[in-house]
């Protein structure tokens, strides 16, 4: 026997235990058991009358009679029905669907639940879906039954502004429930006897091998990976055990995986600066967030002599381990090229070469590299392919000035010609630098967050501490996004010249 079997058996039989004994003990005190009853009945009638609506807004988009028609040949127990009155402000209390009495208005004090139901409707801002159980007495002589009580359920459609109301007389719906009710009962009386032998021999057999499952998961939620599980049984119990093992299997290997990205990430970080460095002259701040565990961004600060460092960023292509690699491969090769030239477009040109044979076909890398003198107050820059720096004066922001040279990465032809720019910096300058993975976001509406919005941010945050200028660009690109990680890897680099 199968497990969904088993357990069908064992939870349709506590039930009909359960039933029988309360049923003979508490059947004439269950009113309120009944009254539950009636509510779901009048509660479906009108969510059917609901999902017919929605249908038709999605098919033609307005009631036709075809929907009407349905709607008023719904019935319930005896004399109910279900009735559509409107809420638009020009017909607010017509009676669009009833059995006698449509295009009557009803938003008057002879019927005081219509108020109260069209007020409770407009107390939610006329929200889809209202909805809400209303007792009431019948007011007017209708089928001869004036005075009788009577229980409705409302629901409110929002694109046609009605109110979809179910109504019928307490005495019928309660009636049917109790036929049904009645009928049930004896159903329970029938099988209840024979549960009690079948339940007692299917737990038996069932729980052996749930036994057996629940202690190799312990052993598990241990720790110990290594687990087997004993299992024979052909059921459903048997099926998980197996996919228990084939889980196992996937999970050592991917905490082996895990523990060489955790060693990669490790490594990675040590590649670059551990603390924002403090060098004379200068403000600086830095930061940098893969999208994954490891990321293809990268940045450092290389001292050149007394007076002058360079300053890299930089983005490799790709994500993940691949970039991860390239960017290790970047460092190494920017390192040395700044410690055998002296000239930034020399220094690129001497890593490009090297990078040639070092990284996979078809990656490539875009770096920005700047040499600063505190002295003068000069960077001398050449760029390759990376997003070009902002340099914020005088609280207006504008790009560092580039040549046609400055747009192609390295490592992926051997002899390119980069271009080395100088400019004069002042005090308080502030140069913003910073990879694609920030101006490329987009949103939920496909719209770029782009140079324009950067520049609106540093603009309005120049004049704060370096580190709350960072936080608010991120926090501004986060916001844009909405909720969700960030898809490409994100670095800034921010430098002030005191």
Known sequence: MRLRTKLSLVIVLEIIIMITVVGVLAFRQSQNEIQSLARDLLKARTEYAFTLCELYNDAIGYPSDELKQRIRSVRIAHDGYIAVISNDANHKGELIIHPTREGLNINNPDFPHIQRILEEVDASGGANRVSNFIRYFQGTDARGRQGERKIGYYMYFAPWKWVLLSTGYERDVYASTHIVRKRVFEAILF??????????????????????????????????????????????????????????????????????????????????????????????????????????????????DDNRFAILIGDVSGKGMSGAIGMSCSVSSLRFAVDERQHTDEVLALANRRLLKDIQRFMFVAVFLGIYDRVKKTLTYTNAGQTMPILCRDGRADFLPQTDADRFPLGIRPEVQYAESKIQLRPNDLLIFYTDGIVELFNGQKEVYGFDRLCGVICNHAGQPLSELARAIVEDARAFIGNGAFPDDITLVLLRVL
Do not use: C
């Not at 052993?219 to 059921?235: C, M, P």
């Open 191 to 304: 099988v209840g006897f024979l549960s009690l032998v079948l339940l007692n021999i299917t737990l038996i057999r069932m729980l052996k091998p749930m036994r057996h499952l629940i202690e190799a998961t312990k052993q598990v939620a241990a720790g110990n990976l290594h687990t087997k599980i004993e299992v024979q049984s052909k059921d459903e119990i048997g099926g998980l055990a197996r996919h228990f093992d084939r889980m196992l299997q996937s999970l050592r290997e991917n905490t082996r995986i895990w523990q060489e990205l955790e060693i990669a990430r490790r490594l990675q970080q040590e590649m670059l600066p551990t603390d924002t460095p403090h060098l004379p002259g200068v403000q600086i701040e830095t930061f940098s967030m893969p999208a994954t565990e490891v990321g293809g961004d990268f940045y450092d600060f290389i001292p050149v």
